[in-house]
T-cell receptor, first 112, second 111 residues
Framework: GAGVSQTPSNKVTEKGKYVELRCDPISGHTALYWYRQSLGQGPEFLIYFQGTGAADDSGLPNDRFFAVRPEGSVSTLKIQRTERGDSAVYLC??????????FGPGTRLTVT | GQNIDQPTEMTATEGAIVQINCTYQTSGFNGLFWYQQHAGEAPTFLSYNVLDGLEEKGRFSSFLSRSKGYSYLLLKELQMKDSASYLCAVRGNQAGTALIFGKGTTLSVSS
């Protein structure tokens, strides 16, 4: 079956611009996670959804970052007033509530 | 605080056995995961331990000691395709919560 998909695969934007990153989880998975990964580091947790609601958003670095999952399936991570330090690979993962989280291929964000 | 430590790099030869260690200090524990990540790709799930002991799955095994805050991933009969980053991750107190990842161990397998 289809895995987790993320669009776009690459995004280059200028400092100060707004970006949206999309995640399509595995069908039927109720849990959805956003992480970001910088070069040479492990993924860093951003936010976790259970259904439509954000169950834990403690990893969002500041109020420029926001995520939604209005129908409990697709999720969008929104970053306002991007900064060069936001450059990273943004990973989405989904889970059926058992052990494993299945990761998407990521969106590589570059802020120039 | 939350801290997960694993070696940065390891090297090994084809056919050999390698053990990647991971130590953790977290505020809660509900499972330890190992993921494999090839360069430029998404992490893929390898193993899960929640009770002490060894879990074996083909060429890969993972061990957990909760009292010591310690795990290892054992890779046998190494192949060139095993060259990748291996990520140790801990889940907090409740099932479904996010994973806390270590920085990963880059394994290079040579012929």
């Amino acid at each position: 079956g289809a895995g987790v998909s993320q669009t776009p695969s690459n995004k280059v934007t200028e400092k100060g611009k707004y970006v949206e990153l999309r995640c399509d989880p595995i069908s039927g998975h109720t849990a959805l996670y956003w992480y970001r990964q910088s070069l040479g580091q492990g993924p860093e947790f951003l936010i976790y959804f259970q259904g439509t609601g954000a169950a834990d958003d403690s990893g969002l670095p500041n109020d420029r970052f926001f995520a939604v999952r209005p129908e409990g399936s697709v999720s969008t991570l929104k970053i306002q007033r991007t900064e060069r330090g936001d450059s990273a690979v943004y990973l989405c993962a989904s889970s059926s509530g058992t052990h494993e989280q299945y990761f998407g291929p990521g969106t590589r964000l570059t802020v120039t | 605080g939350q801290n997960i430590d694993q070696p940065t790099e390891m090297t090994a030869t084809e056919g050999a056995i390698v053990q990647i260690n991971c130590t953790y200090q977290t505020s809660g524990f509900n499972g330890l995961f190992w993921y494999q990540q090839h360069a430029g790709e998404a992490p893929t799930f390898l193993s899960y331990n929640v009770l002490d002991g060894l879990e074996e799955k083909g060429r890969f095994s993972s061990f957990l000691s909760r009292s010591k805050g310690y795990s290892y991933l054992l890779l046998k009969e190494l192949q060139m395709k095993d060259s990748a980053s291996y990520l140790c991750a801990v889940r907090g107190n409740q099932a479904g919560t996010a994973l806390i990842f270590g920085k990963g161990t880059t394994l290079s397998v040579s012929s």
